[in-house]
């Protein structure tokens, strides 16, 4: 028998057993929040053991959040939870201690000015788009990413969408129009997006009630895809797929849309200011709105 310090042949992987321990003292959202971080990092690392979790592996955290195009503020936010989710397993004697005690988490970011598109920089994804030169999977999350910038449509509503989600409606001046209406996975409040360009129309595609209008792939190589778009079209900007929906925000500000038809639009959580509007809203409010002041 040799002598010495044994080597533990399987050592523990982590699981997420800990997090359905705290649904009964954490929000639905925080305990959401854990159970992605922990799908992010499979992807990343589909097998990791306690004893893998060091400051450098940290750090390696840290870049490959950079890499696969997260700003920062949302990789410090992925930081936060990681440490809290290791400070449980320092308190269950998985580790001897937490690596985050010599790793700064940065709470006060600047904001970026860099986080959304401008009307040109779009005019050059569409035209790159109908170029078609790209890979069937690169044009594919351009085609998701131009919709996203034109409707503020979230990434997490791409996957459940069919044609049946499209709804024809006639205005005073008998124009017919599109209204794309479902529910925010997220929030459970009803968006309604009017479709009056004919660039956006297109975008929509041909298909049977039931069929997907998209078929998005996961998150991270829909951001990688994006990044090589950028670094194609030298539009020198950090961007991730959720920037689409805060380009749109930017962009129907400038365009003078009203802030009741945007947040119905984009389906944010109703608080008792924007219910009031909503009540007032009509679908034909929304579409004449879009059609009069951004048309694509």
């Given at each position: 028998m040799h002598k010495g310090k044994l080597t533990n042949v399987n050592p523990p992987r982590i699981t997420t057993e800990p997090i359905e321990q705290l649904k009964q003292s954490r929000a639905a959202g925080t305990i959401s929040n854990y159970y992605k971080l922990i799908n992010t990092m499979k992807e990343w690392k589909p097998i990791l053991s306690f004893g893998e979790i060091t400051l450098d592996f940290i750090q390696q955290f840290h870049n490959h959040e950079l890499e696969v195009g997260n700003i920062l503020s949302t990789v410090y936010k992925k930081h936060s939870n990681l440490k809290f989710l290791i400070g449980i397993a320092v308190d269950k004697e998985k580790l001897a201690k937490n690596p985050y005690e010599k790793f700064e988490i940065k709470k006060n970011i600047k904001a970026q000015n860099n986080d959304v598109l401008?009307?040109?920089?779009?005019?050059?994804?569409?035209?790159?788009?109908?170029?078609?030169?790209?890979?069937?999977?690169?044009?594919?999350?351009?085609?998701?990413?131009?919709?996203?910038?034109?409707?503020?449509?979230?990434?997490?509503?791409?996957?459940?969408?069919?044609?049946?989600?499209?709804?024809?409606?006639?205005?005073?001046?008998?124009?017919?129009?599109?209204?794309?209406?479902?529910?925010?996975?997220?929030?459970?409040?009803?968006?309604?997006?009017?479709?009056?360009?004919?660039?956006?129309?297109?975008?929509?595609?041909?298909?049977?009630?039931?069929?997907?209008?998209?078929?998005?792939?996961?998150?991270?190589?829909?951001?990688?895809?994006?990044?090589?778009?950028?670094?194609?079209?030298?539009?020198?900007?950090?961007?991730?797929?959720?920037?689409?929906?805060?380009?749109?925000?930017?962009?129907?500000?400038?365009?003078?849309?009203?802030?009741?038809?945007?947040?119905?639009?984009?389906?944010?959580?109703?608080?008792?200011?924007?219910?009031?509007?909503?009540?007032?809203?009509?679908?034909?409010?929304?579409?004449k709105e879009m059609r009069d002041k951004w048309v694509v």
């Open positions: 401008t009307e040109e920089e779009l005019k050059k994804l569409q035209a790159m788009y109908d170029k078609k030169e790209y890979s069937k999977g690169k044009q594919e999350v351009l085609r998701e990413f131009l919709f996203s910038c034109y409707t503020s449509l979230s990434f997490a509503e791409f996957s459940v969408l069919t044609y049946s989600d499209i709804k024809p409606i006639t205005v005073e001046t008998g124009e017919t129009y599109l209204i794309l209406c479902n529910e925010r996975t997220k929030t459970s409040v009803t968006y309604k997006i009017p479709i009056v360009s004919p660039i956006v129309v297109a975008l929509l595609g041909n298909g049977e009630p039931c069929q997907k209008i998209f078929l998005p792939i996961s998150n991270q190589p829909t951001n990688r895809y994006l990044k090589d778009i950028m670094a194609d079209l030298k539009i020198d900007k950090t961007m991730t797929f959720h920037r689409a929906r805060h380009s749109f925000r930017t962009i129907a500000a400038k365009k003078g849309i009203r802030d009741g038809i945007a947040e119905r639009i984009m389906g944010h959580a109703e608080g008792n200011d924007i219910k009031d509007i909503y009540t007032h809203l009509h679908d034909e409010d929304i579409v």
